[in-house]
């Protein structure tokens, strides 16, 4: 094995890697839009209390967040096909990439759950009983006056949550989707160069990483705008 | 296809046993990473010419990639770097003695390092300045101070963090698979390719992890109650 960096190889696959980039960014826009509508479904229960359906909720969270991303992509890889069997559907064939999202989407929405419910939990009550008392309804006082400021208080735990499914995105290769990181093994194949593939690889993941939160980070002042200036840079 | 119940509990079994070695890959890097954080910590705070920077990039290298680069990064990178220097001194090394789990625990303690120092520093400033001049005030120096009264604060505040951080490097342990260490995951693994039964192996696994994960939560919780109970404030 050739002991030295080769660097032109890293500028090399770099373009390669580059056009696979498209897949991974659409399994973390797919994951990161459903992961929230779910989210915001399963937060519901959550608020409102409704019994059964609150524990089964909180289990599902609870499991969400004390497994690996790595194991909760076996299971919805191996699982999903199981239970659909069970009604004589087979998606033995599906593209891989539908676990991929189905996966992510489910984690997603489980952080996102806890995200939104914990940001309205933030809106002091007074502010739905002022809305009552001007004469807006409970969904115009909810959608007017409430869920504008539990945004703001939610954004940055959203970011965070975004950016890590950016990361986790890298796991989809182990049940073979072709993203970046399967096209960087197909290239290790090829070229016996891992070092300088996975810095290739790294090196995109940070640049995207660092766009991603610069912009969102944008947003997030945005939001902020109306904040007084203390409060808005702590 | 129906689930073979009975093979869930025998996989149980089977994958609990390497238990041990998981906690052992998460507990190293955890602990060495608090030890690296508090030390980037303290360089970025006080914003020392060319460390900082230096640190600043490592703290944000390692925060915007993912994990299983840096395992990969570390597996194939560090070898080279042991060949090159054993060859400088002229020693016989080779860098293939050095056992897979070496380069994982290494991965992991780097990127831990780099998640800790960010805990550690926002830990540190949530503490009010105020604290720091009331040491001065009574005549303590800054590490009696640092030891005393800010890092005890700084610590308890972050609690929730770190739980968040021994959780989630549990969790990124799975991730040494990729390199056939026989962790919880690799064994799930082998033991569903012997019987090909894949779903059952995999659910063990979750159990196992979710149960680790809820005990950690769990103590967490109550060594926050204890390390709170005389800081809740008001009346």
């Known amino acids: 094995m050739a002991n030295d960096l080769d660097f032109t190889l890293i500028a090399k696959v770099l373009p390669i890697l580059l056009q696979y980039l498209p897949v991974t960014l659409e399994i973390l826009v797919f994951a990161t839009f459903f992961g929230m509508l779910l989210g915001i479904v399963i937060a519901i229960p959550k608020l409102l209390h409704i019994p059964v359906l609150k524990q089964i909720i909180t289990i599902y969270i609870s499991f969400i967040r004390g497994t690996p991303i790595l194991v909760q992509l076996f299971l919805v890889f191996y699982g999903i096909p199981a239970l659909l069997k069970l009604v004589n559907i087979d998606v033995t064939r599906m593209d ?51 869920l504008p400021q539990a945004i703001r208080v939610a954004f940055p735990n959203m970011t965070n949550t975004m950016i890590s499914s950016l990361k986790d995105t890298s796991l989809a290769f182990s049940i073979g989707v072709m993203d970046m990181v399967g096209r960087g093994e197909t290239l290790i194949a090829s070229t016996t160069r891992a070092l300088e593939i996975y810095l290739a690889l790294s090196i995109v993941y940070y640049v995207i990483v660092m766009l991603l939160e610069k912009v969102l980070k944008r947003n997030e002042r945005y939001l902020n705008r109306y904040m007084p200036k203390e409060a808005a840079s702590s | 296809m129906t689930i073979d119940y009975a093979f869930i509990f025998e996989a149980l079994i089977e994958i609990s046993k390497v238990l041990p070695l998981t906690l052992f890959m998460t507990v190293t890097p955890v602990l060495l990473g608090i030890v690296i954080g508090i030390i980037v910590a303290f360089v970025r705070i006080q914003q020392t010419k060319i460390l900082a920077p230096l640190l600043n990039f490592y703290v944000s290298f390692f925060r915007g990639t993912p994990i299983i680069m840096h395992i990969m990064l570390v597996y194939f990178g560090i070898p080279i770097v042991v060949d090159v220097i054993a060859k400088a001194l002229k020693i016989e090394y080779q860098s293939s003695s050095i056992p897979i789990l070496f380069f994982v625990i290494l991965a992991l ?7 800790a120092s960010e ?92 149960s680790v994960s809820a005990i950690v939560e769990w103590l967490a919780h109550r060594i926050e109650k204890r390390v709170t109970a005389y800081s809740r404030g008001g009346i």
Do not use: C
């Open chain 1, 96 to 146: 891989a990439m539908y676990f991929v999202i189905i996966t992510y989407t489910l984690s997603n929405a489980a952080s996102f759950a806890e995200i939104f419910r914990a940001a309205i939990l933030t809106v002091d009550r007074g502010q739905m009983e002022a809305a009552y008392s001007v004469g807006l309804s409970g969904i115009q006082a909810f959608l007017r006056i409430v």
């Open chain 2, 109 to 115: 303690t780097l990127s831990a390092g780099a998640y």
């Open chain 2, 119 to 210: 805990i550690i520093r926002s830990g540190i400033l949530s503490v009010p300045k105020g604290q720091l001049e009331a040491a001065y005030a009574v005549g303590l120096t800054f590490s009696q101070a640092m030891r005393r009264y800010i890092l005890p604060q700084a610590f308890s505040k972050s609690i929730p963090n770190f739980t968040n951080v021994i959780i989630g490097f549990l969790h990124a342990t799975s991730l040494a698979f990729f390199l056939s260490v026989k962790e919880l995951t690799g064994v799930a693994n082998i033991v569903a390719s012997i019987n090909l039964k894949f779903l059952e192996a995999f659910i063990a696994v979750g159990l196992i992890y979710w």
